[in-house]
């Protein structure tokens, strides 16, 4: 799988976006001057977790949601999710949420 850069119109692999996140989290750390041992301190992760985070060698999400948390930028995680719509059934007292998806309907041959 690979991601458009829309600025470039390039192809990132995955393995490039996460060197590219990896060196954004380290320039925010820097920016604070933080080192990083302290910053694996507080996030409750180990030193080498926390570089191979960095050098963009593979990491969890739960490592990066700490990390995250650790610099202040929790945050980042939100603009992830899409954009809520309002759905005007949902404005009125009887409107219950959905619970699942419908099928397709069929057209009936004859």
């Known amino acids: 799988m690979q991601i458009i850069n829309r600025a470039t119109s390039r192809l990132h692999t995955p393995e490039?976006?996460?060197?590219?996140l990896g060196?954004?989290?380290k320039r925010l750390r820097i920016s604070k001057n933080w080192e990083q041992k302290v910053v694996a301190e507080r996030a409750g992760i180990g030193l080498r977790t926390l570089r191979n985070l960095e050098l963009g060698n593979g990491s969890s999400l739960?490592?990066?949601i700490?990390?995250?948390?650790?610099?202040?930028r929790e945050g980042w995680l939100a603009t992830i999710a899409p954009v809520a719509t309002i759905d005007p059934?949902?404005?009125?007292r009887e409107a219950q949420p959905r619970q699942r998806a419908s099928k397709p309907?069929?057209?009936?041959t004859t």
């Open 16 to 20: 490039e976006l996460e060197q590219q």
């Open 23 to 25: 060196e954004n989290l």
């Open 62 to 64: 739960n490592t990066l």
């Open 66 to 72: 700490k990390v995250l948390r650790v610099l202040g």
């Open 89 to 92: 059934l949902m404005l009125t």
């Open 105 to 108: 309907r069929q057209k009936k």
